[in-house]
């Protein structure tokens, strides 16, 4: 039962283009939404993450961009850098009332920046 | 160190045997997750621990898996008469609470099962 969905599975793009990676989740007591950042042989590292009471979120180059009644949310990469290659995780966690513990990873999207 | 540490960092088995996987959490974190990562499968929930309560096992896939987390600290995750199946990254996480926010992760141990 794949609760959150990860599109797409691997992502090439030129350096200083943007980079798109969409998911959606089932559960509506979903309510933290956190991307994580894996490079090769390494474990996955926080990047950014959303609450759904706002519609974007942005720090630096990555924005979250929100959609609740879709049931969407996606993370912008702008000015892509061969150094943002890695696999980006999306991720869903219940609130208080569903038990705030078990954290949903997508399935991952190998993200390839060239020069 | 300050990060998550896992042991080993790899390890070759042959079906049948059994493996112990160790990891230790950032100190004064009270919550513990382990992950597995398969190719092409993202990361799979196994067992979470947070303080003294029951660990969530919901997501361990048969009985040949176990967990447990010794003192709040350091754990343990068992796979008996290890399959190829098996074979996967497996991941340690820790965080500071139990609301799931900013998980630390270690940098797994590659199981590889012959």
């Known amino acids: 039962q794949q609760q959150v969905k990860q599109s797409p599975q691997s992502l090439i793009v030129q350096k200083g283009g943007i980079s798109i990676i969409n998911c959606a989740y089932e559960?509506?007591?979903?309510?933290?939404f956190p991307w994580y950042q894996q490079f090769p042989g390494k474990g996955p590292a926080l990047l950014i993450a959303i609450r759904p009471d706002v519609s974007e979120k942005k720090e630096g180059r990555f924005t979250i961009s929100f959609n609740k009644s879709a049931k969407q949310f996606s993370l912008h990469i702008m000015d892509s850098q061969p150094g943002d290659s890695a696999t980006y995780f999306c991720?869903?966690?219940?609130?208080?009332?569903?038990?705030?513990?078990?954290?949903?990873f997508g399935i991952g999207t190998k993200l390839q920046v060239i020069p | 160190g300050a990060g998550v540490s896992q042991s080993p960092s790899n390890k070759v088995t042959e079906k049948g045997k059994d493996v112990e996987l160790r990891c230790d959490p950032i100190?004064?974190?009270?919550?513990l997750y382990w992950y597995r990562q398969s190719l092409g499968q993202g990361l799979e929930f196994l067992i979470y621990f947070q303080g003294n309560s029951a660990p969530d096992k919901s997501g361990l896939p048969s009985d040949r898996f176990s967990a447990e987390r010794t003192g709040g600290s350091v754990s343990t995750l068992t796979i008996q008469r290890t399959q190829q199946e098996d074979s996967a990254v497996y991941l340690c996480a820790s965080s500071r609470g139990s609301q799931g926010e900013k998980l630390f992760f270690g940098s797994g141990t590659q199981l590889s099962v012959l």
């Open positions: 559960n509506t007591a979903f309510d933290y």
């Open positions: 991720a869903s966690r219940p609130g208080a009332t569903a038990g705030y513990q078990k954290v949903t």
């Open positions: 100190s004064g974190h009270t919550a």
